[in-house]
Every structure is written in C-alpha cells, then in structure tokens.
C-alpha cells in the first residue's frame, strides 16, 4: 500500500522572510512620529480674488504658490496643484482646503 504526501503547505520561516517582517514592523511603528511631524507643516497663507465668473483662492507658504482652488459660480469647486515647483498646476483629487498637503520644494525658504 502507497502512501501519500500530505498536501498542506508547509510554514518556513526563511532568512528573506524574517528580514521581509522585520521591516514591516519597523516601518508600521514609524508611521506615529512621520504623522505628528505632517501636523508640524507650516500654515499656508490663503488669498482670494473674483476672476469673471469664478474665486480663485491661493495657497502659498514661504512666498509660493502651491495650490488655487477655483470655485465657479456654477459647478463643482475644485483645486489646481503644483507638486514638484516647476509652476504647471494640474487638477487634483483633493475636495476640500483640509487635504491639502504642503509639498517640500514649497517649504523651502
């Protein structure tokens, strides 16, 4: 009579494995402090103007320009956002001012 191998997986825990795990914690415990640090990003400086039929609020910190949101007479508010500081604003997914997130190259003095 012939018997057969059982078929469960069997759980190893290799060298690639530990290391792989060891660094999702590590990084998973990282994540508190790199949070309190983003509430530390400086306030930006909010100005509003009537542009035709729409209110164009800027965002800027340290002098620049990183946001505008564009808020229609008709229509859906939405913002424009330049995330590398090359000044081409690009519409974003963001839906309110309380999303919005400081980009470094802004923060610079």
Partial sequence: ??????????????LPRLLAASLLVAVTSLSAPLAVAESDAPKPQVTSRQQDDRTLREYRVNGHLFAIEV???????FFLLDSDGNGNFIKSGVKDAGQLQVPGWARKK
Avoid: H, Q, V
């Fill in 1 to 14: 009579m012939r018997t057969i191998a059982s078929s469960a997986p069997r759980c190893t825990l290799t």
């Fill in 71 to 77: 808020i229609p007479r008709e229509g859906a508010p």
